[in-house]
């Protein structure tokens, strides 16, 4: 079996890049279809789903007043690890059922037993800001310092939700196979490269 997981920053063409090598492999490529098979199982809209699966699951404390203890009920938190549970699921039968490609949601740390090829891909700012821009809706018209907040604000809470469900560090070289710097580059070109060490 070969499957390969692509971690990323925001804006380095991560997506693309696990697209394009999935495509020239000739192998399946998992991305938003693991949100679509999520809303089928949780009954839930795609949209929230895939607003939850981006952030880390924020748990509530107990109230303490003198020495008793009150706990808290948060359903949020508890849907959350409930729509994680099944996110690893869905994962591991997507693995398991033919050679593929999977973009984020913990995939590397998920199939770890599976022994994937891990890829983490990165870029400098100037290059993230440059790709956003030719990506995003005119109506959008973000500065340079507004996007690069954006970009930064993403890639907290994708580190913060790697953290949370994995214990280990999002983007440590220690953490991935390949470590690829895309800025200013062309992901093609790229991918061309990449798929002839695969």
């Not at 924020?58 to 007043?65: D, L, Q």
């Not at 821009?133 to 310092?145: D, I, T």
């Not at 560090?169 to 200013?184: E, V």
Request: hydrophobic share 35%; proline share 4%; aromatic share 12%.
């Amino acid at each position: 079996m070969k499957v390969i997981t692509v971690g990323r920053e925001f804006g380095s063409g991560g997506r693309e890049f696990g697209r394009r090598l999935a495509q020239t492999l000739g192998i399946a490529y998992y991305d938003k279809e693991i949100i679509e098979e999520l809303s089928k199982r949780t009954k839930m809209s795609e949209d929230f789903v895939s607003e939850i699966v981006e952030k880390r699951p924020v748990p509530f404390f107990p109230i303490t007043i003198g020495r008793s203890f009150y706990p808290m009920e948060n359903p949020i938190f508890e849907q959350s690890q409930e729509i994680f549970r099944q996110q690893t699921k869905i994962i591991q039968e997507m693995a398991k059922k033919s050679d593929c490609v999977i973009v984020g949601r913990c995939g590397d740390d998920i199939l770890e037993e599976l022994d994937p090829i891990r890829i983490f891909i990165y870029a400098g700012m100037e290059s993230r800001i440059k790709r956003c821009r030719l990506k995003a809706s005119p109506e959008e018209g973000l500065s340079a310092k507004e996007m690069k907040k954006k970009i930064n604000e993403i890639d907290k809470e994708r580190s913060k939700y790697y953290g949370f469900y994995t214990g280990k560090k999002w983007g440590d070289p220690l953490n991935y196979d390949y470590m690829i710097n895309t800025s200013f580059k062309e992901i093609k070109e790229l991918v061309h490269k990449f798929s002839k060490m695969v």
